[in-house]
């Protein structure tokens, strides 16, 4: 399916600068996990030992019995022109790197009008390189590869074919990256799309802050749910319960990332993002919430600063507690039948089609421990 044309490469140095690659990845859908793949396959082709790790496994461990002949890799999708902030949190969450080589890739949302549209990693890769750093990391490498686009909250999965293109691109973008970087070569792109992430930063951090738990709290199941607990079970970041005695369904926690792993990959296409939800959160607190934050920027200009930066926590509080109180009772709603047609009615993913990355399974990304190629 892929073009191997780095395969046949010539350019290696003879000396490997690597005997082995760690790969720490978070993945949603596939996307970031298939780049992991691609990458230790080309390492396979070097005599490099490649070992892929989830985020959510106890790394401490697994970094500290690195040797000088390792490198580390953390890769991760986009989210709202920044890096999730699960990948911040184990970033942060790394040990001293006491001069290891280490290298960042993020996966991006690509293909938007045609399969060559590039996405937009915006500061993520960067803003996780500079955490490395100050925390002794050498970073041989900061970069994105485009895959297509998998939040079905907004839009339905590509054409197989399209996405097949995409894929294609990817591989070869992957194994050229990964070329550089085994070489031992600074390989450091997406400065544009860093500038553009800098541009964006009030909108990534809002998000980080606030548009998470929107999000987390517009996904309910249809009738089709037979209450399995597959979607709380291999959800990465743990953020979702079975609640219920006759009837357990699912209920999506504030930890929630909205990485789609849940709705891709349910077996009954029973989970969906209620729009009508959406809408009424923002019509209810976000309008509300954005003219009281007007008013405190204003109040920042004058003497009385302090007390419209409290004024500003509490809305902030008051908007996360009331959106729990709505989540709770759209989760019990959403039992009923009547209510449940009309969430049902009302949400486009219904008619989306469902993206996950081609031959990738979820106990391909959630293996309890660490796994080699």
């Known amino acids: 399916m892929y073009n191997n044309k780095l395969a046949k490469s010539g350019s290696y140095l003879e000396e490997k600068m690597y ?62 022109f920044t890096a999730p902030l699960g990948a911040i949190k184990f970033a942060l969450t790394m040990p001293p790197g006491k001069g290891r080589h280490c290298f960042v890739l993020a996966t991006r949302g690509g293909g938007g009008i045609t399969a060559g549209t590039p996405g937009c990693e915006g500061s993520g890769t960067w803003l996780i390189a500079a955490i490395l750093k100050s925390k002794g990391y050498v970073v041989k490498g900061v970069c994105a590869v485009d895959m297509p686009s998998n939040w079905n909250v907004v839009h339905s999965s590509y ?70 607990g597959l979607c709380a079970k291999n959800c990465p970041n743990k953020a979702i319960k079975m609640i219920g005695n006759k009837k357990a369904r699912p209920y999506w926690s504030f930890s929630c990332e909205s990485c789609m792993r849940c709705m891709a990959f349910c077996p009954h296409k029973a989970i969906e993002a209620s729009h009508l939800v959406l809408i009424l959160m923002l019509a209810v607190f976000y309008i509300p919430f ?13 003497s009385v600063w302090i007390s419209a930066f409290a004024g500003f926590v509490l809305a902030a509080a008051a908007c996360i507690v009331m959106l729990y109180l709505l989540h709770i009772i759209t989760n019990i709603i959403s039992r009923w039948k009547i209510p449940n047609m009309i969430l049902c009615i009302t949400t486009f993913t219904r008619f989306f089609k469902r993206y996950t990355e081609p031959g990738t399974e979820v106990p391909d990304m959630v293996k309890a421990t660490s796994q080699k190629l």
């Not at 993945?27 to 992991?36: C, I, L, P, Q």
């Not at 390989?187 to 980080?208: D, Q």
């Not at 954005?290 to 004058?302: G, P, T």
Request: some cysteine; glycine content about 8%; overall charge positive.
């Open 159 to 228: 054409s197989s074919k399209k996405i097949e293109r995409i894929l294609a691109n990817a591989h070869d973008k992957s194994w050229e990256l990964a070329e550089g970087i085994f070489k031992g070569d600074k390989v450091y792109k997406g400065i544009i799309p860093a500038i553009i992430g800098i541009l964006f930063l009030p909108l990534s951090v809002l998000y980080l802050l606030i548009g998470r738990q929107y999000l987390s709290k517009i996904f309910f199941t249809n009738n089709k749910c037979n209450g399995c």
């Open 290 to 302: 954005s003219k009281r934050v007007w008013i405190y920027i204003e109040y920042a200009f004058s």
């Open 19 to 80: 005997k082995s690659v760690t790969m720490f990845f978070y993945s949603g859908t596939g996307n970031t996990y298939r780049v992991a793949n691609w990458i230790g396959e080309y390492a396979l082709t070097k005599g490099i030992n490649p070992e892929l790790v989830p985020m959510n496994k106890d790394h401490r461990n697994i970094i500290d019995e690195s040797g000088d002949d390792n490198i580390i890799g953390l890769l991760f999708p986009t989210h709202a």
